[in-house]
């Protein structure tokens, strides 16, 4: 099914036609509340990151800018995250740092991505790019060369922070702007040296790999045009010997990449422990993701069930 045929079936029909019904009604129930937390302002937190999450979550459930129900939400927040980004085009403000970067501009990618509508969004997430871009060639040596950091100006550079900057970069490049192959390739390799020995993934080279680190190791190796690397099976054998639980460190991080990671998962995970209102609780041993609250939770779990619909574009090149 092309991209218009899924659009189409999202606006007549809300879900897709092979969507479960319990997949559907707990994605449903977290949409409505997402939508309910959202200020009069458009924004949903001061944080680009928390901003731009719940209206990656809307994308992936077919929503776009314009389609309803959720077509007012998306256009206020877009137009109150836009408002967020400094002159250059960074998203750092407010303790975004390139976490909120990196999610902000993947959202504005995806969204040239879903809609025509892109006239004050395309330029922004040029500028954005443009700011990724030279985070990059900061010297780093080579322990870290390729990769992100906190900053944009940080000489060391952490997997979990570049696997954002690789997804907006992939969506940014499928929406037409122009990313440099190279800058592609030694993200790669960046991430290729955080392979553990184990073949799971670490937080940085030589660090020790969790579901949440391994999970995003296979997209950003595959985001990045290392699809075929014997890396990504080697992390899949390690998920399948040490699969996600509820107790995992950074549950929400994980499940979301997870989903894209070519390996089973329960949606039981998600679907057993949505509250009642329709968000999602802290998991046990979430640690930041705990501080980053329900709608950081919520919008993630909503990631990882609607990744089976395939609707942002990034996860369907």
Request: hydrophobic share 40%; aromatic share 8%; charged share 15%.
């Amino acid at each position: 099914m092309n991209a218009a045929c899924r659009l189409l079936l999202a606006a007549a029909f809300c879900f897709p036609l092979s969507a479960s019904a319990d997949h559907s009604n707990a994605v449903e129930r977290g949409l409505s509340w997402l939508t309910a937390q959202q200020r009069a302002d458009g924004s949903w937190s001061d944080h680009p990151a928390l901003n731009a999450l719940p209206m990656l979550a809307m994308l992936a459930s077919g929503r776009t800018p314009g389609v309803q129900p959720y077509a007012s939400p998306l256009d206020r927040g877009l137009r109150f995250i836009l408002g967020q980004a400094s002159r250059e085009g960074a998203f750092t403000g407010n303790g975004g740092r390139m976490y909120g970067h990196g999610i902000a501009t993947l959202l504005l990618g995806e969204t040239c991505g879903m809609t025509r509508e892109d006239r004050f969004v395309r330029p922004a997430l040029q500028r954005a790019v443009r700011v990724m871009l030279r985070a990059q060639a900061v010297e780093k040596g080579t322990f870290h060369d390729g990769g992100w950091r906190y900053e944009p100006d940080s000489t060391d550079s952490d997997l979990s922070i570049s696997v954002w900057q690789i997804t907006a970069l992939r969506s940014a490049s499928g929406a037409g702007i122009v990313v440099p192959r190279a800058a592609m390739e030694q993200a790669g390799r960046y991430i290729k040296r955080c392979e553990h020995p184990s073949g799971g993934f670490g937080y940085q080279p030589g660090g020790i790999p969790n579901q949440s680190r391994t999970a995003a190791g296979i997209v950003a190796l595959r985001l990045s045009g290392w699809e075929k690397d014997p890396a990504i099976a080697r992390a899949q054998a390690w998920l399948g010997k040490n699969p996600l639980t509820w107790e995992s460190e950074y549950f929400y991080h994980a499940v979301a990449h997870l989903a894209h990671a070519g390996v089973h998962w329960d949606p039981a995970l998600l679907l057993n422990h949505q509250n009642a209102d329709g968000s999602w609780p802290a998991a046990p041993n979430s640690h930041s993701e705990a501080n980053a609250g329900p709608l950081y939770s919520t919008s993630m779990a909503i990631l990882a069930l609607a990744a089976e619909w395939h609707y942002l574009p990034v996860f369907t090149e």
